[in-house]
Nanobody, 123 residues
Framework: VQLQASGGGLVQPGGSLRLSCGAS????????IGWSRQAPGKEREGVSC???????KYTNSVRGRFTISRDSTKNQVYLQMNDLKPEDTAVYYC??????????????????WGQGTLVTVSS
């Protein structure tokens, strides 16, 4: 099982970024994929998750600004992040869950993690 996150970078407040997560080594359609993040000095927190069974879920702080999607033809999951705020600064990780997303994405439901990609929101 491999997960590869990419797309991070430096962006000004109010800007946008799209993160990508490439998956391999398992049947992509059978699993939910989620994003978590860890800001400096803070615990890792769940951000979003997408499942073929129960759709997309978001944590409250990003709902309406972030959109998660998946492309099964490419085994990719994307996180479109709009209206970014300084508090969104963190290392973002993608990870594999079981078939379902939790109503509120967390961090304990995942069994495989990719390496992180750094998102910095600063003027």
């Amino acid at each position: 099982v491999q997960l590869q996150a990419s797309g991070g970078g430096l962006v000004q407040p109010g800007g946008s970024l799209r993160l990508s997560c490439g998956a391999s080594g398992f049947i992509f359609e059978d699993y939910a994929i989620g994003w978590s993040r860890q800001a400096p000095g803070k615990e890792r927190e769940g951000v979003s998750c997408i499942s073929r069974i129960n759709g997309a879920k978001y944590t409250n702080s990003v709902r309406g600004r972030f959109t998660i999607s998946r492309d099964s033809t490419k085994n990719q999951v994307y996180l479109q992040m709009n209206d970014l705020k300084p508090e969104d600064t963190a290392v973002y990780y993608c990870a594999r869950s079981d078939r379902y997303c939790r109503t509120v994405p967390g961090t304990r439901e995942y069994d495989y993690w990719g390496q992180g990609t750094l998102v910095t929101v600063s003027s």
